[in-house]
């Protein structure tokens, strides 16, 4: 199994039932290529945080699209396709989900963990007046985790994910039929999952997606708003603690 996906069975629970937070609630944007391990840091840091939640905009837009309630809608059948051919979701869609999103965790006192959002310069500059409003600037930290796209790419063949609804944590192949690091249900086997096999399939659009899309959306967050970069391509447990130390540096 790759360093990266080493993690301890039980550490992310027994941190969620034992962990007490130092920092106020905050918005920690993680952002990176597909499979940097922007969804791993960011279960383990909400489980270090306790009053911070690991929100999923692709989980979220994937439980949207594929909610039965929701096939008769024109709109969000146009999303499914989008979704489901690798590349970004329109933006003015997104947006208005995150925003939602970021208002009710934030009228019960939580922060907001993003993996991976926003992807989309449209969505970036439609969400930081709502962060900012809800959170403050000066506690909006944007962490960027760097690997390569050989490293994304075998990292992404590899993963599987959580079934349990509301869970989704992103775990190595080698792991299946093991329970859940985050949620204690037993993982599902590898090459079982449509909805990861899709994401295999349609790898180079999506980085090419990240390249010519959310690249933009980095950088104009990391002008705006304080930031630090991590190297990616080390073990997990290195890079939770790099992570993390950024997070007390800069929100603490």
Request: charged share 25%; net charge positive; with cysteine.
């Amino acid at each position: 199994m790759p360093n990266y996906a080493k993690a301890t069975m039980g550490t992310l629970r027994s941190h969620a039932t034992g962990g007490r937070s130092g920092v106020k609630p905050g918005a920690i944007l993680l952002m990176g290529l597909p499979g940097a391990g922007k969804g791993t840091q960011a279960f383990r840091l909400a489980a270090q945080f306790p009053n911070f939640v690991h929100f999923d905009t692709g989980g979220e837009i994937y439980r949207r699209v594929s909610d039965p309630h929701f096939a008769a809608d024109p709109l969000v059948q146009e999303q499914k396709e989008i979704y489901f051919g690798g590349k970004l979701n329109t933006p003015e869609w997104v947006a208005g989900l995150v925003a939602e999103r970021i208002h009710f965790y934030s009228d019960k006192n939580q922060g907001v963990i993003f993996s991976g959002s926003p992807r989309t310069l449209y969505e970036a500059e439609a969400i930081l007046p709502i962060l900012e409003e809800c959170y403050g600037r000066e506690r909006i930290l944007v962490i960027e985790m760097k690997v390569s796209p050989e490293t994304a790419r075998e990292r992404s063949l590899n993963r599987i994910t959580c079934t349990k609804k509301g869970c989704r944590y992103p775990a190595h192949r080698s792991q299946g039929g093991k329970p859940c690091p985050n949620c204690g249900q037993l993982l599902p086997e590898s090459g079982t999952q449509a909805d990861e096999q899709w994401k295999i399939a349609q790898m180079g659009t999506r980085l090419k997606e990240y390249e010519e899309r959310t690249q933009p959306s980095l950088k104009f967050l990391k002008f705006e708003l304080a930031h630090v970069h991590v190297n990616a391509e080390i073990d997990e447990e290195s890079v939770f603690a790099k992570v993390l130390e950024a997070v007390k540096r800069n929100l603490e």
